[in-house]
């Protein structure tokens, strides 16, 4: 079927008490991987990519990608821009056929991020593009930016969503993005509190790494959305390292790409699980 934005299926999955899978992809192996998942399951799914991925391609390849394969899938499929680093990004994701976007002001002031927030929620609502930001910041490593923990407070939280008319909010709980050096601590009371003065979806960053009953508790508690990103490229990776060690004759990247794509369609199915998303489409 045609690209969705994401409005629709986080609204359903914030009635529903489930979240939406959302899977950061490299390339074309990936992309078809989460699409196979997504309709081996019955399962809404949203497809993301980071600035530096658009930087190693572009955003018309990218979404170009994911229409294609979405087109031929019988499920709900959504191309997002995941840490949208400026206004003109975000704008040129939109302009590129991206069905969702997010700007990520979290790294700058209050008011700085309302500000730029609210630009582009009305840059996007022009052609009908629902926006995510974040408030708060997630700590660890995404992309070329390093950030602190630092926790989303809920008053904040609604004031934050009421100026500037966001659709949805990735929120700072105790998740860090990247690779864990020990188990996080998550915060779900406050998650609790953030849920009963905010009333659009709510995002979980950094998920890659927890527990799956860490994550279910963050969905019973509001979050609607988790993004999976490191994971998905470490399974990748390691796929394609058995095979190259496993034969050192094999030079066909169809070889190598096929079993990535099956360790990542595999990881993608039991995050899907995990969310309650699957069936859901």
């Known amino acids: 079927m045609p690209l969705v ?25 990936m ?16 497809i993301q990519t980071t600035p530096s991925t658009v930087k190693y391609a572009s955003l018309e390849i990218y979404a170009a990608n994911v229409r294609a394969a979405a087109e031929k899938a019988p499920v709900p499929v959504c191309v997002h821009l995941d840490h949208g680093n400026s206004y003109d990004l975000a704008v040129n994701a939109v302009e590129a056929g991206y069905t969702s976007v997010m700007i990520d002001g979290s790294h700058e002031s209050f008011e700085d991020n309302i500000a730029v927030t609210a630009r582009v929620v009305t840059a996007a609502a022009k052609q009908g593009i629902p926006v995510e930001a974040e408030l708060g910041t997630v700590g660890g490593k995404e992309d070329d930016l390093e950030a602190e923990d630092g926790c989303t407070q809920p008053a904040e939280a609604a004031e934050f969503v009421e100026r500037t008319g ?3 909010l990735a929120v700072a709980i105790g998740t860090a993005h990247g690779v864990y ?12 509190e953030i849920r009963k003065v905010v009333s659009v979806p709510l995002v979980l960053h950094g998920a890659s790494g927890l527990t799956d009953d860490s994550i279910r ?13 490191t994971e998905l490229r ?3 990776s390691e796929a394609v390292r058995e095979v190259l060690n496993g ?5 066909d990247p169809k ?8 360790k990542v369609k595999e990881l993608v199915k039991n995050r899907m699980i995990v969310c309650g998303c699957n069936g859901k489409a």
């Open 31 to 46: 992309v078809l991987a989460i699409v196979e998942a997504a309709t081996e399951l019955n399962a809404p799914v949203m």
């Open 217 to 229: 508790a963050c969905v019973r508690e509001g979050i609607c959305k988790v993004n999976f990103a």
């Open 166 to 168: 966001v659709q949805s």
């Open 255 to 262: 070889v190598y790409g096929k079993a990535a794509r099956a």
């Open 247 to 251: 034969d050192e004759r094999v030079f």
């Open 5 to 29: 934005t994401s409005e629709k299926m986080l609204l359903d999955a914030q009635k529903g008490g489930y979240a939406i899978g959302a899977f950061n992809a490299e390339n074309m192996e």
């Open 234 to 236: 470490i399974a990748y």
């Open 181 to 192: 050096k020990s188990a996080p601590k998550l915060d779900v009371p406050r998650l609790a």
